[in-house]
């Protein structure tokens, strides 16, 4: 499976992005997809996750009220709206891929079984 992270940029505190991730090389339908990120000099934290349907999410603290996961799987696509950025969002985003629909273990980075790359994010104060 190969992930490809796209919508990074710099964008000032209070602002939006919308992160894609597009999928290739198994059925995307079968995958339940996770957003995670790493800041400079911190470990990589998860971010939200989404089951195979789209019928179930899973959310950081930090992040719920603010970023929405949704998915196309018409498009083979995962998304993550991120709205109200903060400067503590700043961070390379990277999205994640597991052959499960369970997402009650979203958070821990060992139930993905296929990474991309990451999209830079940098929220100006």
């Known amino acids: 499976v190969q992930l490809q992270a796209s919508g990074g940029g710099l964008v000032q505190a209070g602002g939006s992005l919308r992160l894609s991730c597009v999928a290739s090389?198994?059925?995307?339908?079968?995958?339940?997809m996770g957003w995670f990120r790493q800041a400079p000099g911190k470990e990589r934290e998860f971010v939200a996750a989404?089951?195979?349907?789209?019928?179930?999410?899973a959310y950081a603290h930090s992040v719920k009220g603010r970023f929405t996961i949704s998915r196309d799987n018409a498009k083979n696509t995962v998304y993550l709206q991120m709205n109200s950025l903060k400067p503590e969002d700043t961070a390379v985003y990277y999205c994640?891929?597991?052959?499960?629909?369970?997402?009650?273990?979203?958070?821990?980075?060992?139930?993905?079984?296929?990474w991309g790359q990451g999209t830079q994010v940098t929220v100006s104060s």
């Open positions: 994640a891929a597991a052959a499960r629909d369970d997402i009650r273990q979203a958070a821990a980075e060992e139930e993905y079984d296929y």
């Open positions: 090389g198994r059925t995307f339908s079968d995958l339940s």
């Open positions: 989404i089951s195979w349907s789209g019928g179930s999410t």
